[in-house]
T-cell receptor, first 115, second 109 residues
């Protein structure tokens, strides 16, 4: 079974631009979560989607948004990029987040650099 | 803010030795999970322990959970060079994982 895939793997943007990152979960997984990892703040939760509904959102400005499609694939968008948005963005999928005992499977991440 | 805090921040051991790292958290949880990350890559799930469990084993890994003290520990026995990585604890609540800052483990040959 293929793992979680994220595209692109690396991305370089300039301040003020916007970016869209894509995540394809493991087949059959309906929950997708996004995390930001930086050296200063560590791993921070962005948002979680289940069956196209956002069920939780982290403490990030409105410039960060996401969505999930009917096939469970998810995208996150960051508008008006700032230097501080440079980070590794990780996507994770889970089989069924209706129950609290589910491990999350992470993708390799998208390394975003904002110049 | 991060829910969990790992201790120590860094650990250097000889191959074959055991490595122990601790995690403390602040609020009630559904479960606690441990992950490994190699050199800024994706996270690999190691083990999940439910809030009503006290100890769990998986291969060379042993995890304990003390909900009264809001703490967990991860023990890696007979370490190998391939265990060199960063290890994170994560508490699971409200459909999100809250990660600690991680423990960087270096296993010397």
């Amino acid at each position: 079974k293929a793992g979680v895939t994220q595209t692109p793997r690396y991305l370089i943007k300039t301040r003020g631009q916007q970016v869209t990152l894509s995540c394809s979960p493991i087949s059959g997984h309906r929950s997708v979560s996004w995390y930001q990892q930086t050296p200063g703040q560590g791993l921070q939760f962005l948002f979680e989607y289940f069956s196209e509904t956002q069920r939780n959102k982290g403490n990030f400005p409105g410039r960060f948004s996401g969505r999930q499609f009917s096939n469970s694939r998810s995208e996150m968008n960051v508008s008006t990029l700032e230097l501080g948005d440079s980070a590794l963005y990780l996507c994770a999928s889970s089989l069924n987040r209706d129950r609290p005992y589910n491990e999350q499977f992470f993708g390799p991440g998208t390394r975003l650099t904002v110049l | 803010s991060q829910q969990g805090e790992e201790d120590p921040q860094a650990l250097s051991i000889q191959e074959g030795e055991n490595a122990t790292m601790n995690c403390s958290y602040k609020t009630s949880i559904n479960n606690l999970q441990w992950y490994r990350q190699n050199s800024g890559r994706g996270l690999v799930h190691l083990i999940l322990i439910r809030s009503n469990e006290r100890e769990k084993h998986s291969g060379r890994l042993r995890v304990t959970l003390d909900t009264s003290k809001k703490s967990s520990s991860l023990l890696i026995t007979a370490s190998r060079a391939a265990d060199t990585a960063s290890y994170f604890c994560a508490t699971d609540r409200d459909y999100k994982l809250s990660f600690g800052a991680g423990t960087t483990v270096t296993v010397r040959a």
